[in-house]
């Protein structure tokens, strides 16, 4: 675009006025490059929007995985310039057209979510406009926004209007604040660590073992509890351990449920899990990052009874409200034990303590600057509504179980009943060895691609995953993935010549 050469003075070099005038202006002439004007950025959304248009209409037709690795070659920075439809190409046959495809509606691996696209004009907006979030003093509009989000969650969950809340980059740092919560709440530290008892499942999300390290709890007593045949926590062991744990001179002080589960969507009984963690003092902490929201479809409403008893709940919308990656919730009642770890104030910031009429995202996380994450949940809600939403879960409840008949009918093993819309699958084989013949089963569906799907162990048992929860899974899609599924299983017989 410019061709202006900088030569670089020595600091030291004092320069007479107008060689430093000029030396701005030459300066100024290069740094303007990074201001595109009107007709430079009419040009550039149009290739993007060209892209997303081309991406979003052709979607459908890209597989949900295919195998490779990107050129790194390609990837590399070097100095000099590159016009942005030569790099739009580099990203879509490096990035876009490489591993799994979260936004396609195929995505039935892990935890899905799709990408809701108004969320994306949010990012784009809040983007250019780039208020700053995380205190209410510079952004009091943005940071309302977050907050109103919040308040949001609040009523759906049944918490207090008082409690306090953040949006987190995604579910694993929301864990992370609750869990500082309760450490600061019930002062875990010092001799205090290694008496202190937390109950937890063995199906809890690895992000909590992983917060526990990070705060310091990593010594702290775990207790793994039992679990019934639906793969939640017997809550008859739960109260007998706590009791066991006390008369040993221990001192419980946490347990976590989860609703919705990785591995099989289970939601835990929160109301008695509740009472339990009431009786004796507890923190109760409740995982819903994946399941809060079908709290929302009156099929399933009566299964989150006790979730407002919670001290913290996490969800995370960039899975179950479908949103795209990079947005998590936490909610806590006690604000004085969010507070302790990450209030905080210093002399730079005196002018922002002077407003504060409405909660500072910064106090209720590690984060100070932040991205103005509310503006992703606010506007798809505002224009589209909740009932979109709510017809998407019940539509994804009745895919699941239309999936898990179909399977059956192919000869498959199906888990128990899922509470939401995470399940699991193997194939019965009697000649070969089951895990190996599952194992087998899913590398031919690994390379088809067709649909992804993930798997994992259930008691050692090796089992294929299904979880939809992308907004663009529609019955044509299990229909895709059955067809496929039984062209992979003649397939794998073919293979062990079974
Ligand atoms: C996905 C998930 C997490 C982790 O959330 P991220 O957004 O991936 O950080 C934690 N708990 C549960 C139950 C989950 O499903």
């Not at 793969?231 to 008859?236: A, E, G, P, V, W």
Request: contains cysteine; proline residues 4%; neutral net charge.
């Amino acid at each position: 675009m410019l061709s202006i050469k900088y030569n670089p003075l020595p600091l030291t070099f004092i320069l007479p006025m107008n060689s430093l005038i000029n030396q701005i202006e030459a300066l100024q002439k290069i740094s303007q490059e990074l201001d595109p004007t009107f007709e430079e950025r009419e040009k550039l959304n149009e290739q993007v929007r060209e892209f997303a248009n081309h991406f979003m209409e052709n979607l459908e037709s890209y597989p949900a995985y295919v195998k490779g690795e990107p050129s790194t070659e390609k990837l590399t920075i070097k100095s000099g310039k590159k016009n942005l439809k030569e790099l739009l190409a580099v990203f879509n046959s490096e990035v876009v057209l490489k591993g799994i495809k979260p936004a396609s509606g195929k995505h039935l691996g892990y935890v899905p979510g799709g990408g809701i696209y108004t969320a994306a004009l949010a990012d784009f907006l809040a983007s250019v406009t780039n208020e700053y979030a995380g205190m209410y003093y510079a952004s009091p509009g943005a940071v309302a926004i977050e907050n109103e989000t919040l308040n949001w969650m609040k009523s759906i969950f049944g918490f207090p209007k008082d409690a306090v809340g953040n949006l987190t980059s995604g579910g694993s740092i929301a864990n992370l604040i609750a869990l500082t919560a309760a450490r600061d709440k019930h002062k875990i530290k010092n001799e205090k660590i290694t008496k202190s008892v937390l109950y937890l499942s063995p199906q809890t999300h690895h992000c909590i073992h992983k917060a526990l390290r990070i705060i310091g709890l990593e010594d702290v007593k775990v207790q793994l509890l039992e679990l019934d045949t639906l793969h939640k926590i017997d809550t008859l062991k739960l109260s007998e351990k706590i009791k066991e744990d006390i008369s040993n001179g221990l001192k419980p002080f946490m347990v976590i449920a989860t609703a919705g589960t990785t591995d099989t969507g289970a939601i835990d009984s929160l109301d008695e899990i509740g009472e339990i963690a009431k009786n004796h003092n507890l923190w109760y902490h409740i995982d819903a990052a994946y399941g809060g929201f079908f709290i929302l479809s009156e099929s399933k409403k009566n299964l989150f009874k006790g979730i407002e008893m919670a001290d913290s709940l996490v969800v995370d919308p960039h899975k179950g409200l479908f949103l795209p990656y990079g947005i998590g919730a936490v909610l806590i009642k006690d604000k004085e034990a969010v507070f302790h770890s990450h209030h905080y104030t210093a002399d730079y910031m005196q002018d922002a303590n002077s407003v504060n009429s409405q909660l500072n995202p910064s106090d209720v996380s590690p984060e100070l600057t932040k991205h103005f994450r509310g503006l992703r949940l606010w506007l798809p809600l505002q224009i589209h509504g909740i009932e979109p939403f709510i017809a998407s879960f019940d539509e994804k409840l009745l895919l699941t179980t239309y999936f898990r008949n179909q399977l059956v009918e192919l000869g498959f093993k199906v888990g128990p009943k899922p509470d939401l819309t995470i399940s699991y699958f193997w194939y019965p084989s009697n000649e070969i060895e089951e895990n190996e013949f599952n194992e087998k089963l899913v590398e031919f569906i690994h390379t088809n691609g067709d649909v992804f799907l993930s798997t994992t162990k259930i008691e050692g048992k090796f089992v294929i995953r299904m979880a939809i929860l992308s907004i663009r899974t529609k019955k044509a899609t299990i229909d895709t993935a059955i067809k496929m599924i039984n062209k992979c299983l003649i397939e794998t017989k073919k293979y062990f010549k079974y």
